[in-house]
């Protein structure tokens, strides 16, 4: 998979100049990702994923631009195979004062909140479906819309024993028991970790491969620890701008990250499920 000479064209008519150089970029899961260098002197970021898939990845970076002041990269361009996409500078490492400075980015981004849990349209994680159906209830729509929903999606890709699926099915039914209505329903990124979040020079320059909905920010808290993308300066200065609730760490961290590691069991299976039935167990 590569840049064709039409997609080429299609850049040329977007950014009015000649693409005259081609370096690979990290990428997520369903398109490859390259900078490409301008005759003018600029560059851009192009993905291309011939099987489509991009107009919901340029809708969700559109959505935030929109809505919250979360710096995400301009869409220059949204066909379903290529997306044009302003190139932020990167490249630096997430230490202390650049996890300081997301804190502020994903705070205020979580200070956007909405009337419902879920989001006007369905999206993606990777290259997963996400379903968004607007709820009234956090603990129904975690339970219906992430946790069951990404169980069926595991176990239909052969990722999941018949085993963990039960066990997840009983965690779900006293859900109430560990996790409680929000205050409101809040913007997320939905896909917070390392290989999304952008830095140079101790700052942040942007977030990419958005997963949105409007939730209980406390799960997109939990996804940020799962790859140990933010620690402790993260923290100390998110609670201080928002707060982070009692039971967090101890109660709730590990149960919003099992939909995370199913979206992983599915994608990928192996040691994702083990780990899943693992956490599972200890709630059900």
């Not at 700052?203 to 939730?215: E, K, W």
């Amino acid at each position: 998979m590569t840049l064709t000479a039409e997609q080429a064209a299609r850049v040329t008519a977007t950014t009015g100049a000649e693409v005259v150089r081609r370096r690979p970029l990290p990428g997520g899961c369903i398109a490859e990702v390259l900078r490409l260098d301008l005759d003018s002197g600029g560059s851009v970021v192009a993905k291309i994923a011939p099987r489509g898939g991009l107009s919901t990845e340029a809708y969700m970076l559109r959505t935030l631009a929109e809505r919250s002041p979360l710096r995400v990269p301009a869409v220059l361009r949204a066909d379903d195979d290529l997306l044009v996409l302003e190139h932020l500078d990167a490249g630096g490492r997430l230490d202390r004062a650049a996890q300081e400075d997301a804190a502020a980015h994903i705070a205020a981004l979580h200070g956007v909140t909405g009337p419902y849990f879920g989001l006007e349209r369905d999206t993606l994680i990777g290259p997963l479906h996400q379903p968004n159906p607007p709820t009234e209830g956090w603990v129904d729509f975690f339970r219906e819309n992430r946790l069951l929903y990404m169980v069926e999606v595991a176990r239909d890709a052969g990722s999941l024993p018949g085993r963990t699926k039960r066990v997840l099915e009983r965690l779900a039914a006293k859900l109430e028991s560990y996790i409680e209505e929000p205050a409101a329903p809040a913007l997320i990124h939905g896909d917070l970790w390392t290989g999304n979040v952008l830095a140079k020079d101790g700052r942040i320059t942007g977030f990419v491969d958005p997963a949105i909905y409007y939730a209980d920010p406390e799960i997109e808290l939990a996804f940020s620890t799962l790859f140990g993308t933010f620690g402790e300066p993260f923290f100390r200065r998110y609670d201080a701008l928002m707060g982070v609730r009692e039971g967090f760490f101890e109660v709730r961290r590990d149960l919003y990250n099992l939909y995370p590691l199913l979206v992983h069991a599915a994608l990928f299976g192996g040691g994702y499920a083990q780990e899943v039935h693992r956490v599972a167990e200890r709630y059900a």
